[in-house]
């Protein structure tokens, strides 16, 4: 089968350069962006998938839905369009000029897929909790704004080099609209099937909900279903659901409940695998709450992996309280007494310690000799810095004068990845959101000869930046809602300050 672009062919303002992959939804090329000179992702839906222009018209809706996310764990849309392929001489065949040619251009991930981290790479369980817990976090912003992604898999998230995860495709399942035979979903164990509404089916075998399955509307607790399906597949290398065929993979999804996940993995934590149960229940009723309530919990299980019990789970834990009572009780008595002698003891001494210190007026200071100092940053002159909220990132702007550029640094691990170019004038007044996903910052805009500075948003574990007003002369306060920000705004010719608020949602 050949593809629908060639290197060095032309589609609207963009030049292919070579295929990255393809798939059911179509197919992905590396492409340049002429007008803004940056290498994009280019995603190519066949015609063979558009069957109407009432189809083709939901088609965009919801993919302008998509695109209004803005957030670091999901990857950027930059435009949906379609237009007639240009060979490298710049002509139009016929053939393309009465079947232009839908695209996608969205922004271009250089890393794996979280199916090759957890196949082919073995990545350590750890590590694939940690990046599931960033897709978490990008799909309970999706959530929030009201869109299903229908259609998570390994497969669409990508991990960049950096270790960043960001979720793909959103909405794209909805596409695909045809009947199955029986015998084509007997030889297709994993094939795509969606429909749109109730009454037709939307996802991918093996990580569909219980209500894909029956055809049934779904919310965001189905996204939570086929996520629990990707965290068993993570922490034991295989699919909660598997079959020979389609039709027996949707019925244990119905019927039957995954191999206990300790039979597989025994260092799996007891927390994780309760998690997972909990993602995996057949009623969504029964299933955790929220993708953001999943999102922390997979954090908080990542950061304290190591001191986290692989056997004790709550109910062993219960039982061997309620048997060990008995045999226990005379010790507790006599250790009860035991302790509050010494308690009473400590308390005398707490009490003298404290007219001690009292007297002396500077007991229980730190020393300014004891503090220690750590150097995090060694990029030349340092222009301006900012620490996130929750203490993870620190953003900065620095190197050598002319060619300053914005970087974050994982305080974690230590890992540091440029979010923006060397640049004159530096990148200064940096300032994160109050949840952390974004970066604010001044800069001149080479657009605008003005000498103005321009406030500019970038999330904080890259993309691109995104202009918000100009003429501002402080750095920017949040308001306690994160909705509303506030600068200064000087008047030179008036010898005047005025104090702007600029409502960031408008």
């Given amino acids: 089968m050949s593809r629908a672009l060639e290197p060095g062919s032309h589609i609207s303002h963009y030049r292919v ?8 939804m179509g197919e992905v090329y590396l492409a340049q ?21 009432e189809r083709v018209r939901r088609f965009v809706l919801e993919a302008k839905s998509a695109s209004s996310l803005s957030h670091p764990n999901i990857v950027t849309i930059y435009e949906i369009g379609q237009d007639a392929v240009r ?8 053939e393309a000029a009465s079947s232009p040619v839908h695209f996608i ?9 979280l199916a090759a981290k957890i196949h082919h790479e073995k990545t350590d369980l750890r590590t694939l909790l940690g990046y599931l817990a960033q897709a978490a976090e990008g799909l309970a912003k999706a959530h929030a704004a009201g869109i299903v992604h229908r259609d998570l898999k390994p497969g669409n998230i990508m991990v960049s080099k950096d270790g960043f995860a960001k979720v793909l495709d959103f909405g794209l399942a909805k596409l695909t609209e045809r009947h199955v035979s029986d015998e084509e979903a007997t030889n297709a164990p994993t094939a795509t099937e969606a429909r749109t509404g109730q009454g037709t089916i939307i996802g991918t075998v093996g990580y569909m909900s219980p209500e894909q399955v ?27 659901f598997m079959a020979d065929t389609s039709v027996e993979t949707m019925h244990k999804i119905l019927r039957e409940t995954p191999a206990p996940i300790e039979e597989i993995n025994r260092e799996a934590p007891a927390e994780l695998r309760r998690l997972i149960r909990r993602c995996l229940a057949k009623d969504p009723n029964q299933r955790l709450d929220s993708m953001k309530t999943l999102a922390l919990e997979l954090r908080e299980i990542a950061e304290e992996y190591e001191s986290l ?10 039982a061997s309280v309620l048997t060990a009572q008995p045999a226990r009780r005379r010790r507790l008595i006599a250790g009860l007494f035991a302790f509050a002698a010494l308690a009473l003891a400590g308390a005398g001494f707490g009490i003298y310690e404290l007219l001690r210190d009292r007297e002396a007026g500077v007991a229980g200071k730190t020393p ?23 203490g993870r990132y ?20 230590g890992s540091e990845a440029q979010l923006l170019p060397p640049q004159d004038p530096p990148p200064s007044c940096l300032t994160f959101s109050p949840d952390g996903n974004y970066l604010y910052y001044l800069t001149g805009d080479k657009k605008e000869a003005t000498g103005y500075h321009v406030l500019f948003q970038i999330p904080t574990l890259g993309g691109t930046p995104r202009r918000r007003t100009s003429d501002v002369d402080s750095a920017i306060s949040f308001a306690p809602d994160g909705k509303r920000v506030c600068f200064i705004r000087g008047v030179p010719h008036k010898s005047e300050a005025t104090l702007v608020i600029l409502d960031l949602e408008s």
């Fill in 394 to 413: 620190l953003a900065y702007s620095g190197g050598p004068p002319g060619k300053t550029s914005l970087w974050m640094r994982q305080l974690g691990t």
């Fill in 17 to 24: 350069v070579g295929p990255l992959g393809a798939g059911g």
């Fill in 368 to 390: 300014f000799q004891a503090m220690r100092m750590t150097t995090v940053a060694s990029r030349g002159e340092i222009i301006s810095t900012a620490l996130s909220a929750d």
């Fill in 87 to 94: 060979s490298r001489e710049g002509e139009t065949s016929a």
């Fill in 214 to 240: 029956q055809a049934k509307p779904v919310d965001h607790r189905s996204d939570i279903f086929s996520f629990g399906s990707i965290l068993y597949e993570a922490a034991t290398r295989r699919r909660p």
């Fill in 33 to 53: 962006d002429l007008s803004l000179e940056r290498n994009v992702a280019l995603k190519v839906l066949p015609p063979h998938l558009i069957r109407n222009e």
């Fill in 309 to 318: 019990s692989a056997t004790t789970t709550s109910a062993s834990s219960a």
């Fill in 105 to 113: 251009s969205m922004e271009l991930v250089s890393g794996e897929t």
